[in-house]
Nanobody
Framework: QVQLVESGGGLAQAGGSLRLSCATS????????MGWFRQAPGKERDFVAA????????YFADSVKGRFTISRDSAKNTVYLQMNSLKPEDTAVYYC??????????????????WGQGTQVTVSS
């Protein structure tokens, strides 16, 4: 069992930046693929980014590619989502997730075993 706690959400202007953090409990952080998803009001939860256990491979949704980066710090058991050039359409609740799978695309929410409570990101135009 692992607990995930997101932080760093808030209000930003279009073109601005925010950095989300997801702190994990336990000593097994390195055994999980970590991902970020987001859910806007009335919409499904969508994939944003994922990072493999080693941190050597990262994946991004087309809508955020080139603007967002994902990284992980094993010493702090934390994964980050750096969001630059924010757009109003990035407004959503952002969720951190952990997957025990060793293969797959990691683009789908059903591939993840543990979820955080979410943090609100609001981008004003």
């Amino acid at each position: 069992q692992v607990q995930l706690v997101e932080s760093g959400g808030g209000l930003a202007q279009a073109g601005g930046s925010l950095r989300l953090s997801c702190a994990t409990s336990g000593r097994t952080f390195s055994t999980y693929v970590m991902g970020w998803f987001r859910q806007a009001p009335g919409k499904e939860r969508d994939f944003v980014a994922a990072i493999r256990r080693s941190g050597g491979s990262t994946y991004f949704a087309d809508s955020v590619k080139g603007r967002f980066t994902i990284s992980r710090d094993s010493a702090k058991n934390t994964v980050y989502l750096q969001m630059n050039s924010l757009k109003p359409e990035d407004t959503a609740v952002y969720y951190c997730a952990a997957s025990r799978l060793y293969s797959g695309s990691y683009y789908h929410s059903f591939q993840y075993d543990y979820w955080g409570q979410g943090t609100q990101v609001t981008v004003s135009s």
